[in-house]
């Protein structure tokens, strides 16, 4: 080989071993594959319009996990659970806590603290949420769970609370002397609450708020909602008695070398963050001012 030759060979290796190299690095980071299983507004899967407070809060701590390769996607709880099983480097971006999930999940230190999930009617048929209300204006949830009248709904695999948990439990040992409960895979109950399918469903206010907005604003809906006769489509919701307090929710990680070491990692992002937690300002985001200032004076009581 002549000289020039061989110069020019030997800058070309150069110039491709910068990049080879980053290549390597970057195979050599361990790959987390983050599960989004909640529901909008928690977490928004449209391309257009406002992202979930969820989602912008996953940023934020991802963002602080440079060692990592970030892979995010949207599935349901279930297909989360099973993931989480079944292998390292999963984590699920906002999730409940639940002594079933622990087997098999890592939880971090709370990352959210939200407004309780709510018994939610539309407002055409507001008799499920006044039918049985205790003296303090919040839903007995076994004592409408026992009433045969009225049929609710329930988002297949999600955690409400342990409370609420733990009366739905109840009542399905009892199918013959309990209300019909109807489970739903994905997050469409709302839309077949508004036409007429059930009576009832669980979920949080800001919930039913985006779903409200999303099928007054929808032009696909235009069919759906003129046969309901212009119907008033907005959503009615009460507190359920014993889950009135603000709830933890957590980012949990397969309870495995990987998964153990990010929700390490994670938690001293939350302690070094302290009582002023950035990521606070975007679950704000979606509270009306009345119910905004309430949201902090029972997030600054929790975070004392």
Not at 7 to 30: E, F, K, T, V, W
Not at 193 to 203: M, Q, V
Not at 273 to 301: C, I, K, N, Q, S
């Amino acid at each position: 080989m002549t000289g020039w030759r061989f110069l020019a060979a030997a800058l070309s290796a150069l110039a491709l071993l910068p990049s080879g190299m980053a290549r390597a690095d970057d195979q050599a980071q361990p790959r987390l594959t983050w599960v989004m299983a909640v529901p909008p507004p928690i977490h928004i899967t449209l391309r257009a319009g406002p992202r979930g407070y969820a989602d912008e809060t996953l940023d934020w701590f991802l963002a602080r996990l440079p060692d990592y390769r970030h892979e995010v996607i949207t599935a349901n709880s279930k297909r989360l659970q099973d993931m989480l099983a079944a292998a390292d480097g999963i984590c699920g971006g906002a999730m409940f806590k639940t002594s079933e999930r622990e087997i098999d999940t890592q939880f971090s230190r709370p990352v959210y603290w939200t407004l309780p999930n709510q018994l939610i009617v539309s407002a055409q048929r507001s008799a499920a949420l006044t039918a049985h209300l205790n003296g303090q204006g919040e839903v007995d949830l076994p004592a409408l769970l026992a009433d045969k009248s009225f049929v609710g709904s329930l988002q297949l695999g999600r955690s409400y609370s342990s409370g609420i948990d733990r009366a739905m439990a109840e009542a399905q040992k009892r199918p013959g002397d309990s209300a019909s409960l109807v489970s739903i895979r994905g997050p469409g109950h709302f839309d077949m609450l508004a036409s007429g399918r059930f009576d009832w469903t669980i979920g949080f206010p800001i919930e039913a708020r985006w779903w409200a907005s999303r099928l007054e604003g929808n032009p696909e809906k235009t069919n759906f909602l003129s046969e309901l006769g212009g119907a008033d489509l907005s959503y009615l919701s009460r507190p359920i008695a014993g889950s009135t307090g603000l709830v933890p929710a957590y980012i949990g990680c397969s309870k495995r070398p990987i998964g153990l070491a990010v929700i390490a990692a994670i938690d001293r992002l939350i302690d070094a963050a302290g009582p002023d937690r950035p990521w606070d300002a975007f679950y704000l985001e979606w509270l009306d001012p009345v119910t905004r200032a309430d949201y902090l004076r029972a997030l600054a009581a929790v975070l004392r």
